[in-house]
Nanobody, 113 residues
Framework: QVQLVESGGELVQPGGSLRLSCVASGGSFRFNNMGWYRQASGKEREWVASITSGGSTNYADSVKGRFTISRVNAKNTLYLQMNSVKPEDTAAYYC???????WGQGTQVTVSS
């Protein structure tokens, strides 16, 4: 059974950086398009970024130019590099194998001074 496990969330100051990771265990997602989503307290889950199996990327306007999604298929790992973070980036971040219904458990990012 394939599972996705996110890590890397933490408390970070505004303007800081951090990198989230999502590791697939029990299988490979090398042929899947993958995405990062986030859900702030009291709000609906929203799409942040996605990457195709071939490496093409797309970003929500709110993170474009600050976040970078990437993948290393040999390691079954998806990344989200977050730079110049803002308080409004505070949320639980989830990775998703698009179209499969497979989600990780989430990792909390809090941006605060």
């Amino acid at each position: 059974q394939v599972q996705l496990v996110e890590s890397g969330g933490e408390l970070v100051q505004p303007g800081g950086s951090l990198r989230l990771s999502c590791v697939a265990s029990g299988g490979s997602f090398r042929f899947n398009n993958m995405g990062w989503y986030r859900q702030a307290s009291g709000k609906e889950r929203e799409w942040v970024a996605s990457i195709t199996s071939g490496g093409s990327t797309n970003y929500a306007d709110s993170v474009k130019g600050r976040f970078t999604i990437s993948r290393v298929n040999a390691k079954n790992t998806l990344y989200l590099q977050m730079n110049s973070v803002k308080p409004e980036d505070t949320a639980a971040y989830y990775c998703n194998a698009i179209g499969t219904g497979l989600w990780g458990q989430g990792t909390q990012v809090t941006v605060s001074s």
